[in-house]
């Protein structure tokens, strides 16, 4: 069995007319359009909040890629994912929390940082 991990992202500009109010929005989000199709990446290159950086480099790209096979788990004794209140308080930056209770398991964990620095 092959696991393979991909990161799609996708950008819905969402805009409210304040001339109309908050009725301006639908009622119900069914109401908003579907794509019949996936957007391009060069349509999500016009929306993207680094529009207009002309000059940029990709120091890191992440392709998670992972295989598991003829895995066999026998008397196996499984544990909680416990989260106490205040676990996070003093968290700050960037952070990843992986948990897991089972057995013969693949976990990925990828985090990039796109920083843009400007004169």
């Known amino acids: 069995m092959k696991f ?8 819905i500009p969402l805009a409210v007319s304040y001339v109309g109010g908050l009725s301006a929005l639908p ?25 207009g950086v002309v000059n940029m ?7 998670i890629d992972a295989e598991l096979s003829n895995n066999t ?9 416990i989260i106490d209140n205040g676990a996070f308080t003093e968290a700050s930056g960037i952070f990843s929390i ?3 209770t089972g057995n013969n398991v693949i976990i990925q964990d990828s985090t990039i940082v796109n920083v843009t620095i400007m004169p």
Do not use: C, H
């Open 98 to 100: 992986i948990q897991n």
């Open 27 to 51: 009622l119900d989000v069914n109401q908003f359009p579907t794509p019949s199709y996936a957007v391009q990446l060069d349509e999500l290159d016009n929306v993207r909040g680094r529009g």
């Open 73 to 81: 788990a026998i008397n196996n004794v499984t544990g909680f994912n």
């Open 4 to 11: 393979n991990k991909k990161l799609y992202v996708f950008i």
């Open 57 to 63: 480099t990709t120091i890191v790209n992440s392709n």
